[in-house]
């Protein structure tokens, strides 16, 4: 690591502390030229995730744009914002834990529908709306009427 004063590569470590997540280890070292001390961190590289969109296209998995799209749907619904942090660290630790470097769109849609359906039915219509680009009124209530009946066989 050099040294950011007089840019000397020989230093060492003084002191290591994990953070409280556990992703990241920060460094005081000094250096051994000008024995001045400075701060580093290192945190494992993570392998972007490609998400395969409708149309083929190819883009970098956004926790921001799931993050929005789910706050959208959850406007004005008993749904905290943690429980939606919560949802999507557990999101990109699935995605990640299949090892797959490229996954199509629709898995990640119907994974946030599900979770949208476990935290609020009005928030799983409204997301399922856009998602599934629903076309008209009869959409709507073929999407209620669905609900309605996995809501009365689980007994909700």
Same mark, same amino acid.
């Given at each position: 690591?050099?040294?950011?004063?007089?840019? *000397?590569?020989?230093?060492?470590?003084?002191? =290591? !502390?994990? =953070? &409280?997540?556990?992703?990241?280890?920060?460094?005081?070292?000094e250096?051994?030229?000008?024995?001045? $001390?400075?701060?580093?961190?290192?945190?494992?590289? *993570?392998?972007?995730?490609? +998400? +395969?969109?409708?149309?083929?296209? !190819? *883009?970098?998995?956004?926790? #921001?744009?799931?993050?929005? %799209?789910? &706050?959208?749907?959850?406007?004005?619904?008993?749904?905290?914002?943690?429980? +939606? #942090?919560?949802?999507? #660290?557990?999101?990109?630790?699935?995605? !990640? #834990?299949?090892?797959?470097?490229? +996954?199509?769109?629709y &898995?990640?849609?119907?994974?946030?529908m599900? %979770?949208?359906?476990?935290?609020?039915?009005?928030?799983?219509? $409204?997301?399922? =709306?856009?998602?599934?680009?629903?076309?008209?009124?009869?959409?709507?209530?073929?999407?209620?009427? =669905?609900?309605?009946?996995?809501?009365?066989?689980?007994?909700?």
């Open positions: 690591m050099k040294c950011p004063y007089c840019g *000397e590569v020989d230093n060492k470590v003084i002191d =290591s !502390r994990m =953070s &409280k997540d556990g992703n990241v280890i920060r460094r005081r070292r250096c051994l030229s000008c024995t001045r $001390r400075f701060t580093t961190y290192e945190h494992i590289e *993570e392998i972007p995730i490609t +998400i +395969i969109k409708k149309d083929g296209r !190819r *883009e970098v998995f956004s926790r #921001e744009k799931v993050r929005q %799209g789910m &706050k959208r749907a959850c406007e004005k619904r008993p749904v905290s914002i943690n429980a +939606i #942090e919560e949802f999507i #660290e557990n999101l990109e630790r699935d995605l !990640r #834990e299949t090892g797959e470097k490229e +996954i199509p769109s &898995k990640i849609g119907e994974k946030i599900a %979770g949208l359906h476990e935290l609020d039915d009005v928030a799983y219509v $409204r997301f399922a =709306s856009v998602y599934r680009e629903f076309k008209d009124v009869n959409d709507f209530v073929d999407e209620l009427k =669905s609900l309605l009946t996995v809501n009365d066989g689980a007994g909700r």
